[in-house]
């Protein structure tokens, strides 16, 4: 083989990496972004929203067990509720603002361990307290923005 066929062999290996690692889950994201969107519209057709992060992370919810899949998705927040949409599924987590019992920032969550800092939130839920753990970009950011809204302690 010459030179210049290996440089072209070469070359075309690195267009189609390009395109599979980079193009593709790039349209994949914008996609599924769109989709997101769409369905937080869907949801607060009126209701403007006072946080909203596309690429959340969820580490899952306490009460279904160690064993659950990490979940991505849209974490949104109105003035009276945080709401968390999976990508894969239909699948959504609402939590009133007044169930919320307590916010804290950790790097564990159900034996998942990361090097982020991830806003864990404790909840009333329907049959018991619960508490899940979100990977967002600037957690202490939604941290601050929940507790200006949670009522007084006591209250």
Partial sequence: MSPLTVLAILLAALAGAFVLFVLVPKGLLVALRDSLEARVKHRYPN???VFAEYAANSFGIESRGALQWRGNGALVMTE???CFFQVLSEGELVIPLEQITRLRLVHKHLGKTT???LL???FRGEQRADAVAFWVPKPDVLKALIEARLPPPGG
Avoid: C, D, F, H
Wanted: hydrophobic share 25%; no cysteine; net charge negative.
């Fill in 47 to 49: 209701s403007p929203l």
């Fill in 115 to 117: 090097t982020s800092s």
């Fill in 80 to 82: 009276s509720e945080l």
């Fill in 120 to 122: 864990r939130i404790e």
